[in-house]
């Protein structure tokens, strides 16, 4: 994933914390936020409570890589927040995919396909 799409800086982690709603699975709590950039923009947050930093990073990358395909597809203008939570760890990749595009479409963030 390019280093533009994702959330940089603890301000606008925290304006998503504060402003954004969330939705939920098993694996992953998303929080998403309307933004003035005109882009998404994704940040990932894996708690110390998932294990030591090797567990915690594998999950980070397993996640940023199961995100990357749906970026194209996602309507621009939205910072995106995706929690993991303990099952996060053991999942399939796949199953982290799917959780993804079934939590950005809970959300109403993928582009409406005009006909």
Same mark, same amino acid.
């Given at each position: 994933?390019?280093?533009?799409?994702?959330?940089?800086?603890?301000? +606008?982690?925290?304006? $998503?914390? %504060? @402003?954004?709603?969330?939705?939920?699975?098993?694996?992953?709590?998303? /929080?998403?936020? *309307?933004?003035?950039?005109?882009?998404?923009?994704?940040?990932?947050?894996?708690?110390?409570?998932?294990?030591?930093?090797? +567990?915690?990073?594998? $999950?980070? %990358? @397993?996640?940023?890589?199961?995100?990357?395909?749906?970026?194209?597809? /996602?309507?621009? *203008?939205?910072?995106?927040?995706?929690?993991?939570?303990?099952?996060?760890?053991?999942?399939?990749?796949?199953?982290?995919?799917?959780?993804?595009?079934?939590?950005?479409?809970?959300?109403?963030?993928?582009?409406?396909?005009?006909?």
């Amino acid at each position: 994933m390019k280093r533009c799409y994702s959330l940089k800086r603890n301000k +606008q982690f925290r304006y $998503v914390y %504060r @402003r954004g709603k969330s939705v939920a699975s098993h694996q992953l709590v998303m /929080l998403y936020a *309307g933004n003035r950039a005109g882009m998404v923009h994704v940040g990932f947050s894996v708690s110390k409570k998932l294990g030591n930093s090797v +567990q915690r990073n594998r $999950v980070k %990358r @397993r996640l940023r890589e199961a995100f990357r395909p749906l970026i194209p597809e /996602l309507q621009p *203008g939205y910072d995106i927040i995706f929690i993991a939570r303990d099952a996060a760890k053991t999942a399939e990749f796949l199953t982290l995919c799917s959780t993804m595009r079934y939590l950005a479409h809970k959300a109403g963030l993928f582009v409406k396909k005009t006909r």
